[in-house]
């Protein structure tokens, strides 16, 4: 089969550019600058500034993680309350409705959803924060007045959690390009 | 020096989300490139938190944003050397690179002849013959669809599939189909939610959450649009054999 470049980059945003929008509107809070994180990912993807590994994971975690960095970029660069919006919407939580899906992923976000929600709130809160918010574990432990080491442990606890429970459904599909 | 202080377990989750740094970012780098045990939980952690975007509510980008990203692209040229191989490749053709053969190799042959099958008629053997490939075949009637019927390939590892209907009634946007995999003794499991086009056709990419043995009955539910954690529609599909 003959894919032309066009048809190959097309085929690539069909099937990931909701959820890079998703993730990208979820760390940056702003529409447009997630159209702008978007339109980034895609093309540095096409003019090779980023360099895929298979040997490191899938293509929708790859690309998710140009997504994620340049999001998180974005979002450094604005004015502090930038971030303090992260931890007021963090008071918020998570696990709203998803929207309908046509595809594969519906199991995987039904158990995402489910697992977050099982997770306890403080777990939670410091995922989110170091995923979505780009924060580190010594910024997130000053942010909350926490211990380092209580963050350290409820971070690797909330993973081995969601490992735990997702691994079963991400491993078989691992080094494929389909959706996690 | 005790075996947790050489291995950097309780970094490695950290790692993974993005969330270290200095010294004990560095700490881990050269760490996992030497130890299987931790590069093996390091690339669990990884396919967690390339998962983590799911837990959110799916946006639909802006209808315009394609248009913009096709006309930057084709106003750049892909950078990099000619396609000697796949490591020579521009970043974006070494992805597509197992994408187009992924596709060559399933989409090709499954979904655009069977697509064009079931344009022509119900299926039938014309169809069981395309799927006379290692794995699974289901046949799905129409229960509670009379009329209606389905084929689920599912591949050799077992995980994945393609589903393929004919006779289900177009939904409202309020409701979708969804594929149920209904085990005794065990909670029952969703494969996917998927529409039909104005012909009350559908082909998807299904995932196959359980061994298929497990199961007792494949099913096809009606459900509201978000989708439900068990059927609460009627089978309108149904299979209880498959081979």
Redesign the interface.
């Known amino acids: ?1 003959q ?1 032309g ?2 048809a ?6 069909a099937r990931y ?3 890079i ?3 990208a ?2 760390i940056v809070g702003d ?1 447009e600058l ?2 702008e994180v ?2 980034d990912t ?11 590994d ?1 040997a ?7 690309l ?2 140009i997504a ?2 340049r999001a ?1 970029d974005l979002l450094r660069s604005r004015p502090h309350q930038a971030r303090l919006r992260e931890r007021e919407q963090l008071a918020v939580g ?17 158990a ?2 489910s ?2 929600q099982g997770l306890p709130a403080a777990q939670r809160q410091a ?1 989110e924060m ?2 979505y918010g ?5 910024e ?1 432990a000053r942010e909350l007045g926490t211990p380092l080491g209580t963050i ?2 409820r ?2 606890e ?3 959690r ?2 735990t429970l ?2 079963p ?6 080094g ?3 959706r ?1 | 020096m005790t075996e947790e202080h050489e291995h950097p377990i309780e970094n490695l989750a950290a790692y993974a989300l993005g969330a270290l740094e200095g010294p004990e970012q560095v700490r881990v780098e050269s760490h996992v490139a030497t130890c299987t045990t931790c590069a093996s939980l390091l690339e669990q952690y990884r396919g967690v938190v390339g998962a983590l975007p799911f837990g959110l509510d799916p946006v639909q980008p802006p209808a315009e944003a394609w248009a913009a990203i096709r006309a930057e692209a084709a106003r750049r040229r892909p950078r990099g050397p000619g396609p000697a191989s796949i490591k020579g490749l521009p970043s974006w053709r070494r992805v597509m690179w197992p994408v187009v053969a992924a596709l060559a190799a399933s989409l090709l042959v499954w979904n655009v002849v069977l697509q064009l099958e079931l344009t022509r008629r119900p299926p039938g053997p014309e169809v069981e013959a395309l799927a006379r490939r290692p794995g699974r075949l289901v046949i799905l009637t129409g229960t509670g669809a009379p009329g209606a019927s389905g084929r689920l390939l599912v591949a050799i590892d077992g995980h994945h599939g393609h589903l393929a209907t004919a006779g289900l009634r177009p939904l409202p946007a309020e409701r979708t189909y969804q594929l149920w995999f209904v085990r005794p003794g065990a909670p029952t499991v969703t494969g996917g939610a998927f529409r039909v086009d104005s012909r009350g056709r559908a082909w998807a990419t299904i995932t196959v959450p359980v061994p298929l043995d497990e199961a007792r009955v494949v099913a096809i539910t009606e459900e509201p649009a978000l989708g439900s954690a068990t059927p609460t529609g009627s089978y309108l599909l149904e299979a209880k054999s498959w081979r």
């Open positions: 089969m894919l470049e066009e190959g980059l097309e085929l690539l945003y550019g909701g959820l929008f998703t993730l509107l979820r529409p997630a159209r978007l339109q895609f093309l540095r993807c096409w003019d090779g500034s980023e360099s895929f298979s490191r994971g899938r293509v929708p975690w790859w998710m993680g994620r960095n998180i998570i696990g709203e409705p998803a929207q309908p899906d046509a595809t594969a992923s519906f199991p995987m976000r039904h995402m959803v697992a977050l995922i170091a995923y780009g924060f580190t574990q010594t997130i350290k442990s971070t690797r909330a993973m081995d969601l490992r997702l691994w459904l991400i491993e078989p599909q691992r494929g390009v389909g996690p």
